[in-house]
């Protein structure tokens, strides 16, 4: 779709080139109506002038040459005239030896006549009569002149309309900049939602953009609500399973059972995986929305608190260590990166021998994330196994099967990748690439 300032300016210079013209082309017949009229008045007089000319001699009827005009002697002058009596015709002497066609009626003629060396001529015919004789005076002025004074006012017309159309797209293009402003940074303002540096939009925003902005800002409001009662309700559904299998696994330990060693294990197979598949798929609807506009993981607030909770939890001297630009905050539900993280660093602490680092960072096509431990790691020929679709991976590898298929889930719901990799600490790197959100 094309821009609203194209559209404008098309609309505008469509109006203003249409409306130019037709006032241009009208002025300029306006003009030529109006000093045609005032010719033909001139012409008017000249034909008189000649009727006084025309006195009685000693062969009758004569022009008085010493009353016509001088540039009626000088040849191709632009001024002729002829005289048509009943049987004979006077042509001044400007004519030479060409000749002036007589008008078919009296008074100014409609159109420009054919005149000598290329000139159009400006017609006017008296009729008169005289001494006893009827006759016509027909009058001509060359008007090419004045067609060409035309022409040049046309080019000087189109010229100062160009410089003047100029002007007028570019103040209107300052004018829709200026009124579009507010709408780019209405824009720049959701970006920072994206981006997680602010959790609304500004309220101090022309009044136009008022309604968009409440409802935009309402909308972010609810949506967070939904969210927050989505997970709620997703909690109290996971208490309320889990307490029901917990029973069951109790009652699969008891005496009674023991005497049945198969149905026992086959029992706590299955509620096993009842267990994990319970946990997977509540994670897995947990994210089943992208994250809100605003969201964001402070690494310098949040990863210290982790990362002492892991300490507690995994007491048996491990080195843990993290490392991140200063100031680096992911795009992302706190939540579900605590969550993601979590799982990664459990992981990596059950496995470890000794240390366990997490490393991030900000690139410009996205952000990377590493786990890196010195435990055994796993084979590489296992790896794809391990990440593969619908396999047990808690059977596969223990300890590294459930939370890394729930790390996965997470990562390619946010449109991200994650690789199993050996460590440079000696054990098993978990690389993942976030894309940047925009």
């Known amino acids: 779709m094309k821009s609203i300032q194209r559209r404008l300016s098309l609309g505008l210079a469509s109006v203003l080139i249409v409306v130019g013209l037709?006032?241009?082309?009208?002025?300029?017949?306006?003009?030529?109506?109006?000093?045609?009229?005032?010719?033909?008045?001139?012409?008017?007089?000249?034909?008189?002038?000649?009727?006084?000319?025309?006195v009685r001699g000693q062969n009758g009827v004569q022009l008085d040459e010493r009353r016509l005009d001088p540039t009626f002697q000088r040849p191709f002058s632009g001024h002729y005239f002829r005289i048509d009596f009943a049987d004979e015709t006077w042509r001044s002497r400007s004519l030479w030896d060409r000749d002036l066609p007589k008008p078919a009626r009296a008074g100014l003629q409609g159109g420009l006549g054919d005149g000598p060396r290329g000139q159009l001529l400006l017609v006017y015919r008296g009729d008169y009569q005289r001494f006893g004789q009827r006759f016509s005076i027909s009058v001509a002025q060359d008007y090419t002149p004045i067609l060409e004074s035309f022409r040049r006012l046309q080019w000087l017309g189109l010229g100062l309309g160009a410089a003047a159309l100029l002007l007028?797209?570019?103040?209107?293009?300052y004018t829709v900049r200026s009124a579009l402003r507010p709408l780019e940074r209405v824009r720049e303002q959701i970006a920072q939602l994206q981006q997680g540096r602010r959790t609304e939009l500004d309220s101090q925003v022309p009044q136009e953009l008022e309604p968009l902005v409440a409802q935009v800002n309402h909308l972010l409001s609810h949506t967070e609500d939904t969210l927050k009662r989505s997970r709620n309700a997703l909690g109290n559904l996971g208490h309320a399973l889990k307490t029901p299998l917990a029973v069951l696994v109790s009652l699969s330990e008891r005496e009674e059972l023991r005497d049945q060693p198969e149905l026992q294990a086959t029992l706590r197979e299955q509620l096993a995986q009842i267990r994990q598949r319970l946990e997977r798929e509540l994670g897995r609807a947990r994210l089943a929305g992208e994250a809100l506009p605003g969201a964001h993981f402070d690494c310098a607030a949040e990863l210290p608190g982790l990362f002492s909770t892991l300490g507690m939890i995994h007491s048996h001297g491990l080195k843990l260590e993290w490392q991140a630009e200063p100031g680096l905050c992911l795009p992302w539900d706190r939540e579900d990166l605590?969550?993601?993280?979590?799982?990664?660093?459990?992981?990596?602490?059950?496995?470890?021998?000794?240390?366990?680092?997490?490393?991030?960072?900000?690139?410009?096509?996205?952000?990377?994330?590493?786990?890196?431990?010195?435990?055994?790691?796993?084979?590489?020929?296992?790896?794809?196994?391990?990440?593969g679709?619908?396999?047990?991976?808690?059977?596969?590898?223990?300890?590294?099967?459930?939370?890394?298929?729930?790390?996965?889930?997470?990562?390619?719901?946010?449109?991200?990748?994650?690789?199993?990799?050996d460590s440079p600490l000696g054990g098993l790197r978990v690389a993942i690439s976030l894309p940047g959100r925009r």
Not at 361 to 386: F, H, K, M, N, T
Not at 397 to 415: F, Q, S
């Open 338 to 387: 605590l969550e993601l993280l979590g799982n990664l660093l459990d992981n990596a602490c059950k496995w470890a021998d000794a240390e366990v680092r997490l490393s991030l960072v900000q690139e410009s096509e996205g952000y990377r994330l590493w786990v890196d431990d010195d435990g055994p790691g796993i084979a590489p020929e296992r790896r794809e196994a391990v990440l």
């Open 168 to 173: 007028i797209l570019l103040a209107q293009r």
């Open 22 to 54: 037709i006032l241009a082309q009208s002025s300029l017949w306006l003009f030529d109506h109006s000093l045609r009229r005032y010719l033909r008045e001139d012409l008017k007089d000249e034909t008189q002038t000649l009727l006084v000319a025309l």
């Open 389 to 421: 679709r619908g396999t047990r991976l808690d059977e596969q590898v223990a300890g590294h099967g459930l939370g890394l298929g729930i790390v996965r889930d997470m990562v390619e719901a946010w449109g991200g990748s994650l690789s199993l990799e």
